[in-house]
């Protein structure tokens, strides 16, 4: 099992800034993924961003340029740098954590932070 939990979350204007932070504890594979996604009111959860354990990163379109994804492997935590803020980034955030064990791959989600940018 693996369980990760997310801080950082809250009310910004828009134009501010954010970081959001993740820790997984667990059984946590030498090679993993760690990632943020959000979902905001009535919408389906999308992918915000996404860091391999070799440090590959990949991000949505939307967020490109204001977003960064950073890890601490020692850790096992993952940031979300999140820089001029728009109305539309209002979600919560979950954190995500694609585990490649001996059983095979598994999800992980976090409970999810709310991040509220008022414009």
């Known amino acids: 099992q693996v369980q990760p939990v997310e801080s950082g979350g809250g009310l910004v204007q828009a134009g501010g800034s954010l970081i959001l932070s993740c820790a997984a504890s667990?059984?946590?594979?030498?090679?993993?993924?760690m990632g943020w996604y959000r979902q905001a009111p009535g919408k389906q959860r999308e992918l915000v961003a996404t860091?391999?354990?070799?440090?590959?990163?990949n991000y949505a379109d939307s967020v490109k340029g204001r977003f960064t994804i950073s890890r601490d492997n020692a850790k096992n935590m993952v940031f979300l740098q999140m820089n001029g803020l728009k109305a539309e980034d209002t979600a919560v955030y979950f954190c995500?954590?694609?585990?490649?064990?001996?059983?095979?791959?598994?999800?992980?989600w976090g409970q999810g932070t709310q991040v509220t940018v008022s414009s």
């Open positions: 667990g059984s946590i594979s030498d090679f993993n993924v």
């Open positions: 860091i391999t354990s070799s440090g590959t990163r």
């Open positions: 995500n954590v694609l585990n490649f064990g001996w059983s095979g791959k598994r999800d992980y």
